[in-house]
């Protein structure tokens, strides 16, 4: 069993501010730091941390050396990732005093992917095999039905929500990640209404599994005739950047290797709760070692 990550790679661009900016305003930032980051790059750190065989797949980008670099360093084997001579994809993050942030996505090389990298990248995979996709690549539709058709098991974070999630068939997903705002977004119910959300997951897509992550409020999973919620673990805040990445990594460690939901949402959280603590996206990832209780 191996995991491939088909999915984003950032150089996130982080700006310490001591609040969040209103339209029209403009303030002095406190500092300025880049770390390795991108959904794709982060939940294939967090996967690989939590003890699963992980590869990664996509385009690297002029400058993007430190992508490569933060991946092989946590032991993600990228020699699915072609260079290209084009500019990798950036964010640039604000994270306030109280560890909140906003995020803007420059897309880069994450869509750029081809036709012709998808098929080279998905005939190395098979039925024993777990894809891993977010939303920050383009041609997300076509990795969805290219692997559903080699059998390989989808595992879908739908972020960020917009209708390029909507236009893929969704019935080819065996595994929902999914926060209380993209769950809301898909599903049409109000997201402090998450029960009615898992509802809806499990109206229209009976086969699949679903968690749905609720930040400070914690997790529920709902699947297989089973309904279980976890509750969040306080911490405080330091940065939330890598938070849903790291709880998606070691959610699917312990779901594709077969722990109990209580097990796995337990330790999932407390992942999640250690990564908000530090400051980064990929560098706030903990090692499994790290989550002894």
Same mark, same amino acid.
């Given at each position: 069993?191996?995991?491939?990550?088909?999915?984003?790679?950032?150089?996130?661009?982080?700006? =310490? $501010?001591?609040?969040?900016? +209103?339209?029209?305003?403009t303030i002095s930032s406190t500092g300025r730091e880049t770390f390795a980051g991108g959904k794709g790059?982060?939940? =294939? $750190?967090?996967?690989?941390? +939590?003890?699963?065989p992980v590869f990664h797949a996509g385009l690297s980008g002029t400058g993007g050396e430190l992508l490569l670099e933060t991946l092989r360093e946590n032991g993600v084997d990228v020699s699915f990732i072609r260079p290209v001579d084009a500019l990798p994809g950036h964010t640039v993050i604000q994270v306030d005093e109280k560890g909140q942030n906003c995020i803007l996505l420059y897309g880069g090389t994450n869509r750029q992917l081809t036709s012709d990298l998808i098929g080279d990248v998905l005939s190395q995979f098979g039925p024993e095999d777990f894809l891993l996709l977010q939303n920050e690549v383009n041609r997300l539709d076509e990795i969805i039905d290219r692997a559903h058709a080699r059998g390989i098991r989808i595992v879908l974070n739908p972020s960020p929500?917009?209708?390029?999630v909507m236009a893929c068939d969704l019935d080819k997903v065996s595994?929902?990640?999914v926060n209380e705002i993209e769950g809301a977004q898909i599903s049409g119910c109000l997201a402090r209404e998450p029960e009615k959300i898992l509802d809806w997951f499990g109206a229209h897509?009976?086969?699949?599994?679903?968690?749905?992550t609720l930040g400070a409020d914690g997790a529920w999973y709902s699947g297989n005739g089973v309904r279980h919620f976890q509750p969040a673990i306080p911490v405080t805040a330091v940065d939330t950047t890598a938070a849903g990445d790291t709880f998606t990594g070691y959610f699917l460690e312990g779901w594709s290797t077969g722990r109990g939901v209580e097990e796995t949402l337990r330790r999932a959280t407390r992942a999640a709760s250690i990564a908000v603590s530090r400051k980064g996206a990929a560098p706030s990832i903990p090692l499994a070692s790290e989550l002894a209780d």
């Amino acid at each position: 069993m191996r995991v491939l990550c088909l999915g984003s790679m950032n150089l996130d661009y982080v700006y =310490s $501010v001591s609040h969040i900016l +209103a339209p029209g305003e403009t303030i002095s930032s406190t500092g300025r730091e880049t770390f390795a980051g991108g959904k794709g790059l982060n939940q =294939s $750190v967090a996967a690989a941390k +939590a003890g699963l065989p992980v590869f990664h797949a996509g385009l690297s980008g002029t400058g993007g050396e430190l992508l490569l670099e933060t991946l092989r360093e946590n032991g993600v084997d990228v020699s699915f990732i072609r260079p290209v001579d084009a500019l990798p994809g950036h964010t640039v993050i604000q994270v306030d005093e109280k560890g909140q942030n906003c995020i803007l996505l420059y897309g880069g090389t994450n869509r750029q992917l081809t036709s012709d990298l998808i098929g080279d990248v998905l005939s190395q995979f098979g039925p024993e095999d777990f894809l891993l996709l977010q939303n920050e690549v383009n041609r997300l539709d076509e990795i969805i039905d290219r692997a559903h058709a080699r059998g390989i098991r989808i595992v879908l974070n739908p972020s960020p929500f917009d209708q390029a999630v909507m236009a893929c068939d969704l019935d080819k997903v065996s595994l929902f990640l999914v926060n209380e705002i993209e769950g809301a977004q898909i599903s049409g119910c109000l997201a402090r209404e998450p029960e009615k959300i898992l509802d809806w997951f499990g109206a229209h897509y009976p086969n699949a599994e679903v968690v749905l992550t609720l930040g400070a409020d914690g997790a529920w999973y709902s699947g297989n005739g089973v309904r279980h919620f976890q509750p969040a673990i306080p911490v405080t805040a330091v940065d939330t950047t890598a938070a849903g990445d790291t709880f998606t990594g070691y959610f699917l460690e312990g779901w594709s290797t077969g722990r109990g939901v209580e097990e796995t949402l337990r330790r999932a959280t407390r992942a999640a709760s250690i990564a908000v603590s530090r400051k980064g996206a990929a560098p706030s990832i903990p090692l499994a070692s790290e989550l002894a209780d």
